[in-house]
């Protein structure tokens, strides 16, 4: 038994991708997917599609807007004849052949081979995939500093990704994180749930991205160090974790203040006052701040 899987929408409308017996495919937007598409909302492998003999089946793959079979919400579902999937803003129609021969010749292949012009121009929409690769562009490990209290999934989130995290005030209760609660969470390229990140937390003030040669602990130690509390268990007014206050906070600290807080750290990435433009804070060579705004434009290529 054959399934092909034909695309009804978007940039790879016409298109079809076969699934033979035994031998799964993932979808998804990132490379390391067995079929990568231009979809900024899909995740990075975001559902997988399974044929033998006895038929079909399609499994979400924990994505973050999930996988739809005739606009039922699944995490695993047998697939019929003619049943459409759809994920993120792509719909895909099932079809099956008993035997290879059968299938369309009109059939054309998508692959994970998308050319650089492509892949930018699916991102042309996508600020915080601009903003991850801006990440991806300095030296050093990579932390988020998220405020967990900001949405009650990005606790599940952070639980989700298979890195170091830690909360500054391990005091508070999961159910219970009070008006703020920065955790810092170790990153890197090859993070599972890196572009998820970027996803749930960009454009909406819930993190800052930090970059420092240091390791996890020492980073820690250093940001928590830069926290104080009121007598109540809340941060003080000086929520360096926000990107509507970072800016403001650096640019009153005098020139002792600023050195402290960029001890170990190379630099600060967080969103301005709109998703596509990022602020740089670092300190120059003369140790005054250096604030780079650098629009989110995808690269010329």
Known sequence: MLLTLTILNGVHAGHAVAVAAGTPRTFGRAAQSDVALQDVYLSDVHFAVYCDDAGA??????????????????????LDHGDRITAGQTTFEAAFAARAGEASASVGAVTGDLSPESILQGMQHAPHDLARWALHAEDGRFYAVVDC???????????????????FD??????DLGTTAPFLVALTPATEGLAEMFD??????HAIFVVSPKPFIEVYQHLVAQTSWTA???????????????????G????????????GVTCVLAEGP????????ALDAAGALAVTVVPLVPPAV
């Open 170 to 175: 391990e005091t508070r209760e999961p159910d």
């Open 274 to 281: 709109e998703a596509r433009v990022v602020h740089r804070y």
């Open 57 to 78: 089946r399609v499994r979400d793959l924990q994505s973050h807007n999930g996988t739809f079979v005739n606009g039922v919400a699944v995490d695993d579902a047998a």
């Open 149 to 167: 209290a900001r949405d009650p999934e990005l606790l599940t989130l952070v639980n989700r990704i298979d890195e170091e995290f830690c909360a």
């Open 200 to 205: 749930e937390t960009w454009g909406r003030g």
């Open 252 to 263: 009153a600290a005098d020139d002792a203040q600023r050195a402290a807080f960029f001890e």
């Open 232 to 250: 109540q268990g809340l941060a003080d007014g000086r929520r360096f974790w926000d990107p509507a206050q970072l800016g403001v906070i650096l």
